[in-house]
Nanobody, 120 residues
C-alpha cells in the first residue's frame, strides 16, 4: 500500500507564501514522478508542478512558473511545494500524487488533499 499525507495548507492573504509538504510511505517504486495537483470548486483537477526522482526534472503549469517551486527529499520520501506571491485564483484543494510505470501498467496514488485559501 502507498500512503501520501499532505500538510501545510491554510488561509493566507494575497501576496503571501505557503509551503506544502507530502510525506510518502509504502511500496513506492524508486523511479517515479511526484507532483502537486489542485482542484478549485467547479473546476477539473489540474497539474501544478511535478518532479522526477531520477534527475529531479521539473515541470510547471504556466500559472505556477516563477512563483512556485517544487522539490523533493528522496531520503525522507517527502515532496514539497513552496508557493510565493499567492493569488486568490490559487485557492483550491492541493493534492499530492506519485506515479510510475509504463504503457502496459501504470500506478498512480493520491493523497487526501490540503486546502489552500488565498484572500484578497
Amino acid at each position: 500500500q502507498v500512503q501520501l499525507v499532505e500538510s501545510g495548507g491554510g488561509l493566507v492573504q494575497a501576496g503571501g507564501s505557503l509551503r506544502l509538504s507530502c510525506a510518502a510511505s509504502g511500496s513506492i517504486f524508486s523511479i517515479n514522478t511526484m507532483g502537486w495537483y489542485r482542484q478549485a470548486p467547479g473546476k477539473q483537477r489540474e497539474l501544478v508542478a511535478s518532479i522526477t526522482s531520477y534527475m529531479g526534472s521539473t515541470n510547471y503549469a504556466d500559472s505556477a512558473k516563477g512563483r512556485f517551486t517544487i522539490s523533493r527529499d528522496n531520503a525522507k520520501n517527502t515532496l514539497y511545494l513552496q508557493m510565493n506571491s499567492l493569488k486568490p485564483e490559487d485557492t483550491a484543494v492541493y493534492y499530492c500524487n506519485v506515479q510510475w510505470g509504463g504503457s502496459s501498467r501504470r500506478y498512480s496514488y493520491w493523497g487526501q488533499g490540503t486546502q489552500v485559501t488565498v484572500s484578497s
